[in-house]
C-alpha cells in the first residue's frame, strides 16, 4: 500500500478514469478540495443507492419478487453503506433483491472502503510532507484503493470461500423436503463475492441476517480463519503503511504495541466471561454447552463448530477493527462479554480500526497524547519533527470526543423519548444496553448489534443521523489535520523531544485511549452491563 500511494505514473485505466473525470482531476487538492470530493461522492452514491432500494420491486435480478424496500428502512441503508457502516435494520435474504445486492450494497462495500483508505492516504501524505499545502489527488487515491488493494484481494477471497463451500449463484430459493414431509425453502444467492468486500473493507453487512453464524456465509473451521484474518488485515497493515511512508517505521510498532495491547485485553476479558457463563444458568442447573458437547459456559446463540473460543475471538477482533459482522448472538453474551465490544466499538475502534477510519482516528490519540508529554517536559509539543499548536489540538479534540459524545446524546434521547422505547425489545438494564449497542454502533460507524433493537421510524431516522455525522465529522477533522501539517516546517530534533518510537509512548497512547472515550463510557456501562451483571 505504500508503494501504491507512492507511485508517480499511473496506469492506462487509471489515466482514463482521471480523463473522463476532467482535465484537472489529477490535479493536487487542499484539504478543503478532497473533503469536498468525498462529500460530493458520497452524496451521489447516496441518490443512486436509495433510489435503487425503493424500486427493486420493479427490476431485474430479483428472482423471489422481493418488494420496494420501504423509506425508512432503505434511507438508513443508505447511510449505512455509504458510511462503511453496513448497520442492518433488515434481515437481507428476505428484503434485499440480488441486484440491491450486488450493484448497491457491495459496489458501497468497495467504495465506502476505498474512501476511508483514500482519506487516510492524503493525510498521511500530509503529515510526511513539508511546506506543502497539497494531500494529493481523491479520484487518484480512491480508483488506487479500489483497483490495486480491494479488488484483488476480494477475488482472491471470494475464489477462496467458494472453495470452502460459500454460496455463489444467482438461482432463487430453493425448495427442500424434510424428514418429516415438509417443504423448507432456502435462500441463496451471490453470497461469497459479498462476503469478500464486506470482511476485507471492514464493512461488515451480512447476505444473511446472522450474518457470518449462518453455514452459507461461513461453513467451516478454514472459512471462519480466513474471514477473521480478512477483517484486520487492511487495518493492522495500515499502521506499517504509514510507518513507511513517514519513514518513522518503529514508531508505527509502538502504535501497533498499543492498538494489539487493547485487542489483547478484550479477548482474554470476552472468552473468560463466556467461559465462565451466566450465573443464572449455573443456579438453574442448566449447562448449555456442556449438553452440547462443550466443557462448559455460555454457549447460548454461539455455533457449536466455532464454540466459546472462535466467538468471542470474532466478536471482539470485529469491534476492534470496524467491521461488525458477527458469527454468533452479541445479545446472548454474558454483561461482561458484551460489554467487550460495546467499549471496543466506543474506543474509537482504532485497535486497529476501519479500512483508513481506524489509524486516522488514533490519529486523534496520538496527537492528544503528544500535547500531553509536551506538557510534562514544558515544551511545545512536536510529533514527527513537526510543531503541534492550537489548531491541531483542537481538530484532533473534535475527532477524538465528537462520536462518543454523539453516542451518549442519541443513546439519551432513544431511551427517554416514547417514540425511541418502542424499540427496545427487554426491560430493564439489558434492554438500556441494546439502545447504547446500537447507537455506539451505528456513531463508530460499526454496524453490529445486540439483535434486540427494533426498526421503527424514529430509531432508523436517529440513526441516520447518527451515521451520517459519525463519519463525516471525523474524516473532515482528519483531513484538517492533514492539510495543517503539510504545510508546516520540520524542526530539529532535541534532547527535550518526547519520543515517539520507545514503549513509554505506547504505555502513554492506552492511557490517554482510557482517559478520553474509556470515561465517558463509563457512567453508561454502570447502567447497563454493570447492573446487569450484578443482577444476574
Do not use: C
Not at 204 to 230: D, H, I, K, Q, R
Not at 465 to 473: C, D, E, K, N
Request: proline share 4%; hydrophobic share 50%.
Amino acid at each position: 500500500m505504500a508503494r501504491v500511494y507512492t507511485r508517480e505514473p499511473g496506469d492506462v485505466v487509471e489515466r482514463g478514469f482521471l480523463r473522463l473525470l476532467g482535465r484537472d482531476a489529477a490535479a493536487e487538492q487542499d484539504w478543503k478540495a478532497y473533503g469536498t470530493s468525498v462529500l460530493v461522492l458520497s452524496a451521489v452514491f447516496s441518490a443512486l443507492l436509495y433510489a435503487l432500494l425503493r424500486t427493486q420491486g420493479h427490476l431485474f435480478l430479483n428472482p423471489d419478487h422481493l418488494p420496494d424496500v420501504p423509506w425508512q428502512i432503505a434511507l438508513n441503508t443508505t447511510a449505512s453503506f455509504v458510511t462503511n457502516t453496513n448497520w442492518q435494520f433488515y434481515g437481507g435474504e428476505t428484503t434485499m433483491s440480488y441486484l440491491s445486492q450486488m450493484a448497491g450494497l457491495a459496489v458501497q462495500n468497495f467504495v465506502s472502503a476505498g474512501v476511508g483508505m483514500a482519506v487516510l492516504a492524503a493525510v498521511v501524505r500530509g503529515i510526511a510532507r513539508r511546506s506543502s499545502g497539497g494531500l494529493g489527488n481523491f479520484w487518484r487515491d480512491l480508483y488506487r484503493s479500489i483497483a490495486y488493494v480491494l479488488l484483488p484481494l476480494s477475488l482472491v477471497l471470494a475464489v477462496i470461500l467458494i472453495s470452502q463451500g460459500v454460496v455463489q449463484t444467482f438461482h432463487g430459493r430453493a425448495t427442500a423436503t424434510t424428514l418429516e414431509g415438509a417443504h423448507q425453502t432456502i435462500a441463496r444467492g451471490p453470497v461469497a463475492s459479498q462476503v469478500a468486500i464486506r470482511q476485507l473493507g471492514t464493512n461488515g453487512g451480512g447476505f444473511y441476517n446472522a450474518n457470518s453464524a449462518v453455514p452459507f456465509e461461513n461453513p467451516t473451521g478454514l472459512s471462519n480463519v480466513f474471514e477473521m484474518l480478512a477483517l484486520l488485515l487492511i487495518p493492522a497493515a495500515q499502521v506499517f503503511m504509514f510507518g513507511r511512508m513517514v519513514a518513522a517505521p518503529r514508531h508505527a510498532w509502538m502504535v501497533f504495541a498499543a492498538m494489539f495491547a487493547i485487542f489483547a485485553i478484550g479477548v482474554g476479558v470476552a472468552y473468560a466471561a463466556e467461559q465462565r457463563g451466566s450465573q443464572v444458568l449455573r443456579a438453574s442447573g442448566v449447562d448449555i454447552a456442556r449438553s452440547a458437547g462443550q466443557s462448559g459456559g455460555n454457549m447460548t446463540d454461539k455455533e457449536v463448530r466455532f464454540g466459546i473460543a472462535n466467538t468471542a475471538l470474532w466478536a471482539t477482533a470485529t469491534t476492534d477493527a470496524s467491521n461488525g459482522a458477527v458469527n454468533g448472538g452479541l445479545d446472548a453474551f454474558t454483561a461482561l462479554g458484551g460489554a467487550v465490544p460495546l467499549v471496543n466499538m466506543f474506543l474509537g475502534e482504532v485497535e486497529p480500526g476501519g479500512a483508513g477510519s481506524g489509524l486516522y482516528g488514533m490519529f486523534f490519540v496520538i496527537l492528544i497524547a503528544v500535547f500531553v508529554a509536551g506538557l510534562m517536559v514544558g515544551r511545545t509539543p512536536e510529533w514527527l519533527g513537526k510543531k503541534v499548536e492550537a489548531r491541531e489540538m483542537k481538530l484532533a479534540a473534535l475527532g477524538a470526543l465528537f462520536v462518543p459524545m454523539m453516542a451518549l446524546v442519541t443513546t439519551a434521547a432513544a431511551v427517554v423519548a416514547p417514540a425511541g422505547l418502542a424499540s427496545l425489545a427487554n426491560p430493564g438494564a439489558h434492554g438500556f444496553s441494546e439502545a447504547l449497542y446500537a447507537y455506539t454502533s451505528q456513531s463508530n460507524n460499526n454496524g453490529s448489534a445486540f439483535a434486540g433493537y427494533g426498526a421503527t421510524t424514529f430509531s432508523t431516522t436517529l440513526g441516520t443521523v447518527a451515521l451520517s455525522f459519525g463519519r463525516f465529522v471525523p474524516l473532515l477533522s482528519a483531513l484538517a489535520i492533514g492539510g495543517s501539517f503539510a504545510a508546516k516546517k520540520t524542526v530539529p530534533f532535541s534532547a527535550g523531544t518526547f519520543r515517539t518510537d520507545g514503549p513509554t509512548f505506547a504505555v502513554l497512547l492506552l492511557g490517554v485511549i482510557a482517559l478520553t472515550a474509556g470515561l465517558m463510557i463509563l457512567p453508561a456501562l454502570a447502567l447497563g452491563p454493570i447492573a446487569e451483571g450484578l443482577t444476574r
